[in-house]
């Protein structure tokens, strides 16, 4: 577990928007109530790159959500291309060939983390793309061979943080999207919990998007959420 010392660091805000437009306007709305965005590749292709150096030159924290998997080599080379970006976290499959090379690529204060199991997938989804394994044991499978190979955080949901902090011991990070606050909506996550379930889980940090991205009031949101955290 990470030493988080100002609670709003525990909320990441997934900036899933169209342009960099938009995300500097949610950015600025939200203000001093949250300190670390995520950029996925909807705005990671559409100019998030360099947003982000932005987002870090104003002291904000940035997750580079790239997902990546490919074959060793291109995976190392791209990870390493990432580390110049000023970013504190970058995913990564939880496939050990991809896991090791992403380990190799890395540098500076650069942090993998490992996507084990979607939390859009329940059951019926992991089977039919091919899973033998229940959700669980697929994301502890993964977890163990993630810690294992030296990678510094897990993604999964908050559902399985208690079981994975269990495989990955103190020192790695637990990052869980599928968050949604009691009665909102869930769109296409099926393994989610609220905020102060996830934390009472022991996650470090959580993924929140559509619930303050969608609001009339990020802001509020985003102070709800982490007052729940810091309640929990
Ligand atoms: O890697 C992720 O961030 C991720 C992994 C996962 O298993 N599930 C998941 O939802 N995410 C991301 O977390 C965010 C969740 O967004 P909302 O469902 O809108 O809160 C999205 O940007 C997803 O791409």
């Known amino acids: 577990m990470s030493q988080i010392t100002d609670p709003r660091d525990r909320l990441i805000v997934a900036l899933d928007l169209a ?35 932005e987002l870090t030159g104003r002291g904000l924290k940035v997750f580079l959500d790239l997902k990546l998997h490919d074959i060793g080599n291109t995976v190392e080379e791209g990870v390493r291309a990432v580390a110049g970006l000023g970013a504190s976290f970058l995913t990564v499959h939880a496939y050990p060939q991809t896991m090791r090379a992403a380990v190799r690529g890395r540098s500076g204060d650069l942090k993998i983390l490992a996507v084990t199991v979607l939390t859009s997938y329940d059951e019926a989804d992991a089977r039919e793309a091919g899973y033998a394994l229940p959700v669980a044991e697929m994301v502890a499978k993964r977890s163990g061979q993630a810690r294992e190979i030296g990678i510094d955080g897990i993604v999964c949901s908050a559902a399985e943080a208690v079981a994975v902090r269990g495989i990955v011991g103190p020192d790695r990070l637990i990052v869980t999207p599928g968050i949604r606050p009691a009665g909102s909506d869930l769109g296409d996550q099926k393994r989610v919990l609220t905020p102060g379930e996830a934390r009472r889980a022991g996650i470090d940090h959580v993924v929140v998007g559509r619930p303050i991205t969608g609001a009339a009031d990020p802001r509020a949101v985003a102070r709800a959420i982490v007052g729940e955290m810091e309640a929990a």
């Open 19 to 53: 342009d960099v437009e938009a995300a500097r306007a949610l950015v600025d709305r939200i203000g001093d109530a949250a300190t670390f965005y995520k950029i996925g590749y909807r705005l990671g292709y559409n100019g998030g790159l360099a947003f982000a150096r």
